[in-house]
């Protein structure tokens, strides 16, 4: 089966994802219509997706999605640079379970790696509104869409009796409890989403631990109440969140997740595929390096810089009349040269966005660098070359414009034609 349904109020549809090692995608509330959904909190229930991979659980949820009836609000244009993901310290996490510390460091040090950039917060907001969900008066909204059914096969083996006990006595609450919480939510929200500042994603473990079937059974509230401790405040704040695996600890799935505002769903995703899929390396010469007018593209498909290099003496560098200007890479069996060039890192999505969008004649092709390996990198369709100017002497794009500069101002003269 390459995917299943379930619903998520307080974490149902990531909490078994992490204990799985699948990806569970909890979309913004509305996206996905809960008609038919027997309700625990209506005004908080999720339809949400699981699947093995990131890619197939999108897809699953582009065939539900529906425009929501509250409308799709404006959001902030990302600036080009990596993405920006709040991490809280490690102190805030409260106690996890063996490993568990541990293997949250290392996804965060992997998103590192991956080119975004991680910035503090202050969780504690979350995590108070989190115990709000069960220890407050929202719980009254379960008694109000099946409390007639509980009251009426009291202590029968129709009812799990843990559930039972929840629901049953949230019939009690006085309404005055549900306002002040109301109000308590609000302000909490509002910290909240200022620790939050302009990070894309909050990353955070999807649960403290792995719990045993006889620790459940012990302490059924304790035990569910510990779990929900980072996945209980998304949807009373109206936020979104994928959950996808991490590893392993101690022999068991590991899962974190990534959390963010209303409708960054995708956004949301495309954070988490650097989690998923190891990323590229894309050997970049000419208008893609440092400084250089297209370089925001890497910046702005997750791109992080590795090192600078060399191409292998085995390549030509042409001025092509381009907007903006860049040069063509061609490799050649003689008159080559060694050619300035710089590795970046790039998400698979990254790679394949930019090669979608690539304007001719560049290409992407199989380029070797100076110490003998061999990357993917911009290359150029040779018949483009026909009345381009050969640059190669130079050795690098940044060579070329600076000589070429010079002799604008009237300083050397322009040795670009001699190969």
């Excluded at 425009?67 to 996890?96: I, S, Y």
């Excluded at 459940?216 to 704040?237: I, Q």
């Excluded at 495309?270 to 910046?299: E, F, M």
């Excluded at 190669?392 to 322009?414: F, K, M, P, Q």
Aim: hydrophobic fraction near 45%; proline fraction near 8%; charge should be negative.
């Amino acid at each position: 089966m390459d995917f299943a349904l379930g619903t998520d109020t307080a974490g149902s549809g990531r909490v078994p994802a992490a204990f799985n090692g699948i990806v569970g995608l909890k979309p913004t509330r509305g996206l996905v219509p809960t008609e038919g959904v027997v309700p625990a909190c209506a005004s908080l229930d999720c339809v949400t997706v699981f699947a093995r991979t990131l890619p197939e659980a999108e897809r699953a949820l582009s065939f539900m999605a529906v425009p929501p009836a509250r409308g799709l609000p404006p959001l902030d244009q990302r600036r080009p640079g990596p993405w920006r993901v709040a991490v809280p310290a490690r102190e805030q996490l409260g106690e996890l379970d063996a490993g568990w510390a541990e293997a949250f460091d290392t996804a965060a040090a992997r998103l590192a790696d991956a080119g975004a950039a991680l910035q503090p917060v202050d969780l504690a907001p979350f995590t108070e509104a989190a115990a709000l969900l069960y220890e407050g008066a929202f719980v009254a909204e379960r008694h109000t869409a099946v409390g007639a059914f509980v009251d009426a096969h009291a202590g029968t083996a129709d009812l799990d009796p843990t559930v039972a006990g929840i629901i049953s006595g949230a019939r009690d609450i006085p309404a005055h409890r549900l306002f002040a919480d109301q109000e308590r939510l609000a302000h909490l929200r509002t910290t909240a989403m200022a620790s939050l500042g302009d990070a894309d994603a909050l990353l955070l473990p999807t649960t403290p631990g792995h719990p045993t079937l006889a620790e459940v059974a012990a302490d059924p509230l304790g035990a569910n109440a510990r779990l929900g401790r980072f996945t209980n405040s998304t949807n009373l704040f109206d936020l979104a969140a994928v959950a996808v695996p991490a590893g392993e600890v101690n022999g068991l799935p590991f899962g974190v997740m990534l959390i963010g505002p209303a409708f960054t769903d995708e956004r949301l995703a495309r954070v988490a595929g650097l989690l998923t899929t190891a990323p590229l390396p894309l050997a970049v010469v000419g208008a893609h390096l440092s400084g250089q007018p297209l370089n925001g593209q890497l910046l702005s498909l997750g791109g992080r810089f590795e090192r600078a290099t060399t191409t292998a003496a085995a390549y030509r560098l042409y001025a092509l009349d381009t907007t903006p200007p860049k040069p063509g890479l061609v490799r050649t069996r003689e008159g080559g040269a060694a050619i300035e060039a710089e590795v970046w890192r790039l998400p698979v999505e990254g790679l394949g966005a930019l090669l979608a969008a690539l304007p001719r004649p560049m290409t992407l092709g199989t380029v070797e660098l100076a110490d003998g390996t061999f990357v993917t990198g911009f290359l150029c369709e040779p018949e483009a070359l026909s009345d381009a100017r050969e640059i190669t002497a130079y050795g690098g794009w940044r060579a070329a414009l600076s000589a070429r500069s010079r002799a604008e101002d009237g300083g050397d003269a322009d040795r670009g034609s001699h190969g």
